[in-house]
Structures are given as structure tokens and as C-alpha cells.
């Protein structure tokens, strides 16, 4: 009878050696499961920051995106209508003439009138002199109109041709710039298809181990109950040694035992000493 009582104490000490094993073992798995839990939840917000400081950012260049385009399409306005009106005022020039020919100067038809002017005013000249003076003086005159009328055009001309080359390089300057930021907004889209994958991929892996951490923690309850059922046998029949061993712990393992509450690794290590004794 005694040896197998002696029998059923040495398989029970070793079943209690193979479970705290096996619970020591799973609580190592369980702690590394948590690290790898931990190292996702931290590259999930990491993930998720850089998501949100790129839509920000995505947001704030769409918006002056946004605001130069309706710019540009003012300047192109603007620029259609000024082309338009360069158009009639250079119908209003006068037709250049394939031969070219030699022009008067405006300069020199002032100086001949100040000449003639000049002396009708202080020469004395006779009656006829001064009329044919005076006719000359006035088809001069009519001539320098005309140069003035037909310079004044072509001057508006350039200078309207000026105005549009500064709202062209204005609205090209904007168009640019459009272009530019419309290329940053869609890296950022692109950057941001990245990181929603990682989100994705880092919300799965976490998903995973939560899971696997709710099964882990289910075995090692079952284990916990299967080795509390077990010490309960053991000291039951180990009359000498574990109930000197376990007296000596503050707690009082033998009562957690028999209200079946989940032991520690010390109530554990301190039953495997009282049992190699």
C-alpha cells in the first residue's frame, strides 16, 4: 500500500514538475506576446500620427490648390479679353507697306514750322511770303497730326501688348505654382496609400495576437486549475513536506488551493522545493 502511495506521490510531483513547467513556459510565451502587442500598438500610433499630419498637410495644399486655380482662371479671363482688345487697336494701325519708304521726322517738321513762324514773326517778309508761309505752316501741321495720331496708336498698341506680357507671366507664374503643389498633394496621397496599408496590416497583426493572447491566457487558467487540483492531491497525501514547506510562506498557499484561487510562480517554485526535499 505504501509503495503505491510512494508511486502515485512520485508521478503526481512529476505531473506538478510538468505543469509549472509548461505554465512557467506559456507565461514566457504570454509576456512575449505582449512585448510584440506593445512594439505594434507603438508603430500603430506612429503609423496613425503620420497619417493624420499628412492629411493636414494634404488638406492645406488642396485648399491653395483650390484658391490659385480660381486665381488663374481670373488672370485667363483677364488675358482673353485683353487679346481681344489688342486685336482691334492693331486693326486701328496703319497697313505697313511692303516697300518701305522714307518718313519725315516729326522732330524736323517742328523745326521748319518754329523756322517759318520765326520769320513772319521778326523778318518783315511781304504779304505773299508770309501766305505761302502760312500755307506750308498749316499742311505741316496736318502731317505732324497724323504722325502724332498714328504714334499715339502704336503706343497704345505696345503698351497694351506690355500689360498682357506681365499678366501672362503672372498667370504662368500661378500655373506653375498649381503644378507644383497638385504634384506634392498627390505624393502625399501616395504616402498616405503606404501608411493606411501599415495601419491596416499593424491593426490585423494586433487583432492576431489579442486573440492568441485570449487563448494563451484560457490554457494557462486550465493549466492553473489542472496543477491546483493536483498540489490538492499531493498535499493530501504528502503528510511531512509540503504542508512545513507551504507554512513557512505568508500567504497561505494550502488556502488558496482548497478556494482554488490561481496560484503564482511563487506559490508554485515554493510547492516544487517542499516536494525535492
Do not use: C
Not at 16 to 28: K, W
Amino acid at each position: 500500500m505504501e509503495s503505491e502511495e510512494q508511486l502515485r506521490l512520485e508521478q503526481l510531483k512529476k505531473q506538478i514538475h510538468d505543469l509549472s513547467t509548461q505554465l512557467r513556459q506559456m507565461g514566457e510565451e504570454k509576456e512575449k506576446k505582449y512585448k510584440e502587442k506593445e512594439s505594434i500598438d507603438k508603430n500603430l500610433n506612429s503609423y496613425i500620427k503620420t497619417a493624420k499630419d499628412l492629411r493636414d498637410k494634404k488638406a492645406e495644399i488642396d485648399k491653395k490648390v483650390r484658391e490659385l486655380k480660381a486665381q488663374r482662371e481670373i488672370l485667363n479671363k483677364e488675358l482673353k479679353d485683353m487679346f481681344a482688345k489688342l486685336a482691334e487697336a492693331k486693326k486701328a494701325l496703319p497697313e505697313r507697306k511692303k516697300v518701305p519708304v522714307i518718313r519725315e521726322n516729326p522732330a524736323m517738321l517742328r523745326k521748319q514750322i518754329d523756322a517759318m513762324q520765326y520769320s513772319i514773326e521778326t523778318e518783315g517778309v511781304s504779304f505773299e511770303r508770309e501766305q505761302t508761309y502760312m500755307d506750308k505752316i498749316k499742311r505741316l501741321k496736318l502731317k505732324l497730326d497724323g504722325f502724332e495720331k498714328e504714334n499715339a496708336g502704336f503706343r497704345a498698341f505696345n503698351a497694351l501688348k506690355s500689360e498682357i506680357n506681365k499678366k501672362k507671366t503672372a498667370a504662368d507664374a500661378v500655373h506653375a505654382e498649381v503644378q507644383k503643389l497638385a504634384a506634392e498633394s498627390s505624393s502625399i496621397f501616395k504616402d498616405l496609400s503606404t501608411k493606411s496599408e501599415g495601419i491596416s496590416k499593424a491593426k490585423e497583426e494586433k487583432m492576431a495576437l489579442q486573440e492568441g493572447l485570449k487563448g494563451r491566457k484560457a490554457d494557462i487558467d486550465t493549466l492553473n486549475q489542472t496543477l491546483s487540483e493536483t498540489l490538492n492531491e499531493w498535499s493530501k497525501m504528502s503528510k511531512e513536506t509540503a504542508p512545513v514547506e507551504i507554512s513557512r510562506k505568508p500567504e497561505d498557499v494550502m488556502g488558496k488551493l482548497k478556494s482554488k484561487k490561481k496560484l503564482t510562480k511563487e506559490d508554485i517554485l515554493i510547492i516544487q522545493r517542499g516536494m525535492s526535499r
